[in-house]
């Protein structure tokens, strides 16, 4: 079997706060349509997708987590071995913005620091919804801009930012498209540290056994 041929599974865990999207990012994608229910309440979730890039075969095991407090311990319980977070808040929830500082990026940098993370802001086709900027003006609150969100994810080193829409399945596919992206990378460069450092201990190596083996000048 040809290396192009095989395939790989990576472990992509979705969190953020609750009401943020998430499960209707994952059904969306999973099934290509909106789903009937707008929320269902999610303790944790296992969705598999399998998806053809760059002429190779992969099959994205989703994990779906609840975001709420109560549930915290349940959720990092999720984390090991997780080869991409993508990191969801809403851009017409400022609260849920300003969590993924206070709140998500802690968490990952104490349970899962060295993994690639997406983040992703959802439900942009409520930025023009009349109603929404309604119950935001009430509250003093604008929705998230996209300059907000591309400046969010300079702050917490996110491989990339993107904007979806579940409801319009509006770049719901490239969110999921980038975590593989991602993950090759972050592959790539750990096999190319790996080879560096390879090189310089066989390079040690050969120096010490030159000194070892040197034979002795007889005009010293």
Not at 44 to 60: D, G, P, R, S
Not at 82 to 104: E, G, Q, R
Not at 133 to 140: A, F, G, H, M, W
Request: aromatic share 10%.
């Amino acid at each position: 079997m040809s290396k192009s041929s095989t395939i790989d599974e990576i472990k992509v865990v979705v969190i953020g706060d609750g009401y943020t999207g998430k499960t209707t990012l994952c059904v969306v994608y999973k099934d290509g349509q909106y789903p009937q229910d707008p929320y269902v309440p999610t303790i944790f979730e296992n969705y598999a997708a399998t998806v053809t890039l760059f002429n190779k075969k992969w099959i994205l095991n989703l994990f779906d987590s609840a975001g709420q407090e109560e549930y915290d311990q349940l959720r990092i319980m999720a984390y090991p071995n997780t080869d991409v977070f993508i990191l969801c808040f809403s851009v017409v929830d400022p609260d849920s913005y300003a969590n993924i500082l206070s709140k998500w990026i802690p968490e990952l940098n104490r349970y899962s620091s060295k993994v690639p993370v997406i983040l992703v802001g959802t439900k942009i086709d409520l930025r023009s919804d009349l109603t929404t900027l309604e119950q935001l003006t009430k509250k003093q609150q604008k929705p998230i801009t996209q300059n907000q969100g591309e400046y969010l994810a300079r702050l917490c080193s996110a491989k990339r930012y993107i904007e979806c829409s579940s409801m319009l399945n509006f770049n719901v596919r490239d969110v999921f498209d980038q975590a593989v992206h991602a993950h090759m990378m972050h592959l790539r460069r750990t096999q190319l540290n790996c080879s560096w450092i390879n090189s310089l201990i066989c390079c040690g190596s050969r120096r010490l056994n030159n000194k070892k083996h040197k034979i002795p000048n007889i005009h010293d």
